[in-house]
Structure formats: C-alpha cells, structure tokens
C-alpha cells in the first residue's frame, strides 16, 4: 500500500522589490482625514456660503420723528396645527347594512352555480356541443326558450353548490378549448 507525503503549505515568496498590501482600515482612515482636511480649507478660504442672517427690515428700527409702530407680525404668524379631516370624513362614508346580510351563515339560503357552455338557434349544434361534454365526462342538459321571437338552446351544466366547483369545472373545460360562464342560479 502506498503511503501519502504530507504536504505542507507554506506562505507565497514575495519577489524582491515587490511591496505588501496596504490595509483596508488605513485606506478608509486617511480618505476620512483627506475629506475632513478638504473641508475645512473650503469654509476657511470662504468658499461655503455662511448661513442667512436676519434681514433686518426698516420696521426693526424706531423712528425718529414718527410715530412708533409696533410689531404685531410674530401673533400673526402662529404655528399650524394639524388638521386632520377623518373625523368628518368617516361618519359621511357610513354605509348601512340591511338586516338580511348580518344574519348568521347557517340561516342563509346557499346559493347555487350554472355554468353556460353556449347559445345555439340550432339544436343541432347544442346536441354536438352536449355530446362534446359527456366525451369529457359533464352531464349537460339544454334549455330552450323563446327571445324576441327566436327559438335559442342554451348548454348549461350543473347547479353547483359551490363557486369553487363550478370554477374547478370551468377551468377543466378551458383546458379542452370549451369557454364557459358562470351564472349564480336565482
């Protein structure tokens, strides 16, 4: 069996002439010192604007002949106060609920779901279109009634007792290239 030398790792050899990196902090340092130093010779040479003073306007000053004026300029400059505008807003958006809708889940009549795969004048077609559902395993039944003086066969299927499952059904008929509507049965 043969044995493995144990391999050692040693420190890359600088070349001669060749200088060590510098440090990151010492870097970071002295662009902080060079930017402080920029910035003080800048406000010392005059370059950054000083602050605005008051201006003093010619009311400041009391005349000397005249009449006195006063000042009444700080009482009429008050700060704001914030001015909030729910309290009036709120009470005009309430809306009033009926009775009816506030009654608990389990004394509501559930509702039911019809989906409309389509519109025939021919019940020829609604026939195809119904034998086109069975091959995709939904039992659909025709309506027929009578609109403005035209016979017109409608496909449906369901009721549903659930919009969940009459969408799950929707979506597997659109998969097949059948585009269908959702109703809720009245």
């Known amino acids: ?19 060590r990196p510098m440090p990151g902090w010492l870097i970071l340092v002295s662009g902080i010192l060079v930017g402080l130093l920029v910035a003080v010779a800048a406000y010392v040479a005059g370059w950054v604007p000083a602050p605005p003073e008051k201006a003093k306007s010619p009311h400041d000053q009391p005349m000397a002949n005249g009449p006195i004026i006063e000042d009444h300029s700080q009482e009429l400059q008050t700060k704001r106060k914030k001015k909030y505008d729910f309290y009036t807003v709120l009470p005009e958006m309430e809306v009033v ?23 025939f004048k021919d019940r020829s077609d609604a026939e195809s279109l119904k034998a086109q559902l069975a091959l995709l395993g939904q039992m659909a039944h025709i309506q027929t009634l009578q609109v403005n003086h035209t016979r017109w066969h409608r496909v449906r299927l369901g009721p549903f007792n659930s919009a969940r499952k009459a969408d799950s059904i929707k979506r597997r008929l659109q998969k097949n290239g059948i585009h269908a509507l959702m109703m809720k049965e009245k």
């Not at 050899?13 to 060749?18: E, S, T």
């Open 1 to 19: 069996m043969a044995t493995r030398k144990k391999t050692s790792r040693r420190k890359p050899v600088r070349k001669a002439g060749a200088s």
């Open 97 to 119: 609920i009926d009775k009816d809708e506030i009654e608990p889940a389990s004394q509501r009549k559930p509702s039911r779901y019809i989906l409309q795969v389509g519109s």
